[in-house]
């Protein structure tokens, strides 16, 4: 399954298959994406993060990759699980100076993992 | 659980009333975040610390809101005069800021209704 964070905010998926979850940024000074997931009534939980020098980086079960040149980034969820079921925010951080560390958020997408 | 606690976790409160929020980070990190969540929204940031030093912030935060963090531990979000509009999850997170490290860990966020 594959869904654009901000233009359609919900993806459902089977358990067992890989989930794609889109982010579109505007900044082109943006030097540094996180993922992060929430559960209902939860904080935000850090997932993977990846700097603008990087094209794809891995974790556990989940790549994220980084196209500069459409400023776009993905979030892909191997094996999904019910327990993946949350909301996905991409957030970016504009570089250096006062905003150092402010991060702008997505406004997410609802993902949905059916037996 | 990441280690940032908040608290109260929910706050109901009339229009009019000042509220406090209470955050305290992860021991070792310098550097703290609020931010605020609307229903069906990424979080929103607020203001942002180093240590002790308030650093920078959002427009959003009007003259009716104060955060302090007096040494440079845990920290307070006093919103004064509350309105309805002021009702959203108020998020914490905290860093530990070395160079371009943004990795943020968030706390379960206080919940302020206002009737």
């Known amino acids: 399954g594959e869904s654009v964070g901000l233009h359609l905010p919900t993806l459902s998926v089977q358990e067992g298959d890989n989930s794609i979850i889109n982010c579109a940024y505007s900044?082109?000074?943006?030097?540094?994406f996180i993922w992060y997931k929430q559960e209902s009534g939860k904080g935000p939980q850090f997932i993977i993060d990846?700097?603008?020098?990087?094209d794809k980086r891995q974790g556990q079960r989940v790549t994220v990759l980084l196209n500069k040149t459409v400023k776009h980034l993905s979030l892909q969820i191997a094996a999904t699980q019910p327990g993946d079921s949350a909301v996905y925010f991409c957030?970016?951080?504009?570089?250096?100076?006062?905003?150092?560390?402010?991060?702008?958020f997505g406004r997410g997408t609802q993902l949905t993992v059916w037996p | 659980d990441t280690g940032v606690s908040q608290n109260p976790r929910h706050k109901i409160t009339k229009r009019g009333q000042n509220v406090t929020f209470r955050c305290d980070p992860i021991?070792?990190?310098?550097?703290l975040y609020w931010y605020r969540q609307t229903l069906g929204q990424g979080p929103e940031f607020l203001t942002y610390f180093q240590n002790e030093a308030q650093l920078e912030k959002s427009r959003l935060l009007s003259d009716r809101f104060s955060a302090e963090r007096p040494k440079g531990s845990f920290s307070t979000l006093e919103i004064q005069r509350t309105e309805q509009g002021d009702s959203a999850m108020y998020l914490c997170?905290?860093?530990f800021g070395q160079g371009l490290t943004y990795e943020q860990y968030f706390g379960p966020g206080t919940r302020l209704t206002v009737t």
């Open positions: 990846i700097r603008s020098n990087m």
């Open positions: 997170a905290s860093s």
């Open positions: 957030a970016e951080n504009i570089g250096g100076g006062s905003t150092l560390g402010r991060l702008y």
């Open positions: 021991s070792e990190h310098n550097r």
């Open positions: 900044n082109s000074a943006s030097d540094y």
